[in-house]
Structures are given as structure tokens and as C-alpha cells.
């Protein structure tokens, strides 16, 4: 699928759209791995998209990113994904 995108010359941000949204086929298998676990879809998001490591702060504040309580606030963005795909 995003082979073919990217064979396609489609825009960055359109591909990271529809895997996000899971409005294209097959896109909502992203959400299906991390069913019930909305804090591992944000890590997932923000590693993966972001170039940005979240799981730091799972335990501990980062001095110049994220603290403990803004890792749950990204948790909590993907909760309703996460639970009805």
C-alpha cells in the first residue's frame, strides 16, 4: 500500500492522512496493533512520523520536550481511535 504511494510521487502528508484517519482500505490495521493501548499509538505516531521519542516521558519529564503529563495528552488523542478499530 504505501509502496505505491510513494511509487505514485503521492504528497507526504496525504499518505500520513489516511493511515491516520484509517479511511483508506487496509489503513486501520495501523490502529489494530495497538488496540486498547492509545499511550503506544501516540509513541508510535511520534516516532514514526514525528522523529520525536515519547516514551521517556512515560516516567520522567524531559528537560526540553515532553513532560510525564503531556505523554498522557498525547495518549489520550488516539484513545477513540484505538478503541473502535
Known amino acids: 500500500m504505501m509502496a505505491g504511494q ?11 492522512k489516511n493511515i491516520l484517519t484509517a479511511e483508506q482500505e487496509g ?9 486498547n493501548a492509545p ?12 522523529g520525536t521519542q515519547l516514551q521517556c516521558a512515560r516516567c520522567h519529564d524531559h528537560p526540553s520536550k515532553v513532560d510525564a503529563e503531556g505523554f498522557l495528552r498525547h495518549g489520550r488523542v488516539f484513545r477513540a481511535a484505538c478503541r473502535r478499530r
Open 6 to 16: 510513494f511509487a505514485k510521487n503521492e504528497p507526504y502528508d496525504k499518505i500520513v
Open 27 to 35: 489503513s486501520e490495521m495501523f490502529y489494530v496493533q495497538y488496540r
Open 39 to 50: 499511550e503506544e499509538a501516540a509513541t508510535a505516531v511520534a516516532r514514526f512520523f514525528l
